[in-house]
């Protein structure tokens, strides 16, 4: 039985009895009207769509309902053949219209002559202005309590970057915010992509009657632990050897980030470099690693670069020679 009623044929002629049906109800209501006298009935059509007709390439007009609802009345079998069909339209005609504010009345055609046709609204004002299309930079935003905690957005960037947008010229100039606005659950801890639709705004946020191209972007949202970036510090360790001398010591970068929770990073003031100085024994420049401080979880990088203003102080050869003497001379005594 599954099989007869998937064939496109047995489709196609319960398509045409539906029809046929139909057409012979309406005949026999018609018929029975015109015996019996004329009966009426009303009904609505709702959310019917409002064609529009004005030089769209050059002007934008706001303020024009997408859609209106058609109070229709008159003999019932031609009500319901309106309703079902719905082989009219609803419009309004703007070409002969100026720039500027006006009143228009929404017009209809197609509707039997036997029906009362009412339009709500009737009227509407609208107002025609130049069109005009500039280019937007997109600005990403994500409500920071998604991410879980000791967490945080590190970049938003939205592809493409930037976008079209054609409207009224004086909507065009309130834009305040073209923003990508990205959702999710609670306790997001890694990064995603996302497509997002864009919102233009005015300053007071509200949503502005524009086209925009494209209408939705895809944003890259990087999230890290929560991190902070702090100087570093050079503790010296270790025993300087005999006739060096080490004037000063620098470290590149100044600076390293440093991640983790949140209590344990906000506490630290800067990172200790611990440098060896007896492996330092001229001027040059030198690789330390960095150690982890408790609570950390990473480091932004593990080595840095100890720059060492160091110098050897030469040894007095005759000094050398003279204690080897009287050492010979010594131990030449004790022989004897």
Not at 59 to 74: A, Y
Not at 96 to 106: F, M, P
Not at 209 to 233: A, F, G, M, Q, W
Not at 317 to 326: G, I, Q
Request: aromatic share 6%; charged share 30%; net charge negative.
């Amino acid at each position: 039985m599954d099989k007869l009623f998937d064939s496109p044929w047995m489709l196609r002629l319960t398509a045409l009895f539906l029809a046929a049906a139909l057409f012979l109800y309406v005949q026999t209501e018609e018929k029975r009207e015109n015996e019996n006298g004329a009966s009426t009935e009303t009904d609505v059509i709702t959310n019917v769509p409002l064609e529009v007709y004005y030089d769209e390439d050059n002007l934008f007009v706001t303020g024009l309902p997408e859609t209106v609802d058609v109070k229709i009345s008159g003999p019932p079998a031609i009500v319901l053949k309106t309703k079902l069909e719905k082989d009219f339209k609803v419009f309004v005609d703007l070409n002969a219209l100026l720039i500027g504010e006006h009143s228009v009345t929404i017009q209809s055609e197609n509707f039997s002559e036997k029906l009362n046709v009412s339009i709500e609204p009737r009227t509407v004002n609208v107002e025609i202005e130049e069109k005009i299309t500039e280019e937007f930079r997109i600005e990403p935003e994500m409500n920071k309590r998604l991410v879980a905690e000791d967490f945080i957005i590190n970049s938003m960037i939205a592809n493409p970057s930037r976008v079209t947008i054609t409207g009224a010229k004086s909507v065009i100039d309130s834009i305040s915010y073209v923003k990508a606005t990205i959702t999710g659950d609670k306790g997001i801890n890694k990064s995603f992509d996302q497509e997002a639709t864009v919102k233009v705004l005015d300053r007071d946020l509200n949503k502005l009657d524009v086209r925009v191209n494209p209408e939705k972007v895809k944003v890259k949202v990087e999230i890290n632990e929560y991190s902070r970036e702090l100087p570093i510090t050079i503790k010296e360790i270790g025993k300087v050897k005999d006739g060096v001398t080490i004037e000063h010591l620098s470290v590149e970068p100044s600076k390293i980030t440093i991640y983790g929770p949140k209590a344990t990073i906000d506490v630290l003031e800067n990172v200790v470099v611990e440098v060896d100085v007896s492996t330092i024994t001229e001027s040059g420049s030198y690789d330390f690693a960095v150690a982890l401080p408790t609570g950390v979880t990473k480091l932004s990088q593990e080595k840095v670069i100890i720059h060492a203003d160091a110098y050897s102080e030469p040894v007095d050869t005759e000094d050398t020679d003279n204690e080897v003497e009287s050492d010979s001379n010594i131990n030449d005594s004790e022989g004897n």
